[in-house]
């Protein structure tokens, strides 16, 4: 249930909390046009699901995933309504297990050496480092890393244009979650050629 394969094409990950589908859908056209491959909803809003299946009908062509995933039923839901993948900020045995069941790509999330050691053992390789700057930010992943060379990250938290550019440079480091390019009120706003602008930018800085 390692989603790095289906995240291979994704250095930086779209994390957007989606309140009107028509937005959702306009903002997925938006990013998957300026050339990014892959967004992530999360579970925050009433809105979610039923975004994660416009777009996921509408744009066949961009990697859905569904975030912020706390119980077996949410990722039963998203699933069915499309999800490619899943992230979750944390595990359980019951994520593991739905997981398992679904045979859905999963990112769950891990801070500590014992929570990624206990998942790199039910075969997890790419896992979430969140929240990423509030949990010691770079220096300590690099750290912790160390010992643990069969695991890759995918930081999500706090990350702005510039640690973006240093979390990227870290060879462990997968790919990484961000919003800062996605602001509520940008997408509010409609403002989606200014959402574009950024993102061709950052594209080609990488």
Request: overall charge negative; hydrophobic content about 45%; charged content about 20%.
């Amino acid at each position: 249930m390692d989603a790095g394969e289906i995240l291979a094409a994704s250095r930086i990950v779209p994390v957007a909390t989606i309140h009107q589908v028509d937005q959702g859908e306009a903002l997925a056209e938006c990013l998957c046009d300026a050339g990014m491959s892959s967004i992530e909803i999360t579970l925050r809003s009433d809105a979610a699901l039923a975004t994660i299946e416009r777009i996921a009908h509408k744009l066949p062509q961009m990697t859905i995933g569904v975030g912020s995933i706390r119980t077996a039923g949410q990722m039963k839901q998203a699933h069915q309504a499309g999800a490619q993948f899943a992230v979750s900020p944390g595990c359980s045995e019951t994520l593991l297990s739905m997981a398992d069941e679904l045979a859905m790509p999963f990112v769950p999330g891990a801070t500590t050496p014992s929570e990624m050691i206990a998942l790199l053992d039910r075969g997890y390789r790419l896992q979430k480092f969140f929240p990423a700057q509030q949990a010691g930010g770079l220096n300590y992943l690099k750290a912790i890393a160390k010992p643990l060379p069969e695991v890759r990250f995918f930081p999500t938290g706090g990350i702005d244009a510039t640690l973006a550019a240093e979390y990227l440079a870290f060879d462990k480091v997968a790919c990484i979650g961000g919003s800062w390019f996605i602001s509520d009120d940008k997408v509010a706003a409609g403002d989606f050629q200014s959402i574009s602008n950024s993102v061709k930018q950052i594209l080609a800085e990488l």
